[in-house]
């Protein structure tokens, strides 16, 4: 069975700060790992992904995450926040062969000028 | 060009009426999702299916039902709305081999009055 935690439901930032948003898994198998965002009235977009090979993952709009197995984390980063950044961020699980995606909880990320 | 389509985008009515959101892709996926967002985003997996005539219950129990009687085309149907099914529904799909990416519609938010 696979679960997500994501730590905190909001985080703030200022135009031009590091972002950093958490994600811890549970997988009982080779997880492969995911961030999705999701804009108001919107579906979800899939910023990255994780399944094997490098453990750096670099995504759209500046994104990156870095898959560590000995911390069972999947944190997503961006160097430099910028308005079009706020939105609800997802991270999720499924296990290897991609059979059904496990969401967190989400985290709400607000940029101030 | 290919992509996963919901309609209505928005549907508000009253208790008791039978309701059916519709979801069609485009891109042959054999997989098909129905995820519930609460208002506090958090998304459930309700329905999915691994190919036609192919239905299975996910991990939050629904009183809705979905048919895959063909590829494109994957309905959640609700008999008898009642308020407590006032959410969004968001739909997704995904190839069975190979890619690893789950693709989303933009979601049907529901109002039961």
């Known amino acids: 069975a696979q679960s997500v935690t994501q730590l905190g439901s909001h985080v703030s930032v200022s135009e031009g700060a590091l972002v950093l948003l958490r994600c811890n898994y549970s997988?009982?198998?080779?997880?492969?790992l995911f961030w999705y965002v999701q804009y108001p009235n919107q579906g979800l977009q899939l910023l990255l992904k994780?399944?094997?090979?490098?453990?750096l993952v670099k995504g759209i709009n500046g994104f990156e995450a870095e898959f560590k197995k000995s911390e069972t984390s999947f944190h997503l980063t961006k160097p430099s926040a910028h308005m079009s950044d706020a939105a609800e961020y997802f991270c999720?699980?499924?296990?290897?062969?991609?059979?059904?995606?496990?969401f967190g909880t989400g985290t709400r990320l607000l940029v101030s000028p | 060009e290919a992509d996963i389509y919901q309609t209505p985008r928005y549907l508000v009515i009253g208790t008791g009426k039978k309701i059916t959101l519709e979801c069609s892709q485009t891109?042959?996926?054999?997989?098909m999702y129905w995820y519930q967002q609460d208002p506090g985003m958090e998304l459930h997996l309700i329905h999915y299916?691994?190919?036609?005539?192919?239905?299975e219950k996910g991990d939050l129990s629904s009183e809705s039902t979905v048919s895959r009687i063909r590829t494109e085309h994957f309905p959640l149907t609700l008999e008898s709305a009642r308020p407590s099914h006032t959410s969004q529904y968001l739909c997704?799909?995904?190839?069975?081999?190979?890619?690893?990416?789950?693709?989303f519609g933009q979601g049907t938010r529901l109002t039961v009055v």
């Open positions: 999720a699980v499924s296990a290897t062969g991609f059979q059904k995606l496990v």
């Open positions: 997988s009982s198998v080779p997880p492969y």
């Open positions: 994780y399944t094997t090979g490098a453990t």
């Open positions: 891109m042959g996926h054999d997989k």
């Open positions: 299916s691994y190919g036609v005539n192919s239905t």
């Open positions: 997704a799909s995904a190839v069975s081999r190979g890619n690893t990416e789950a693709f």
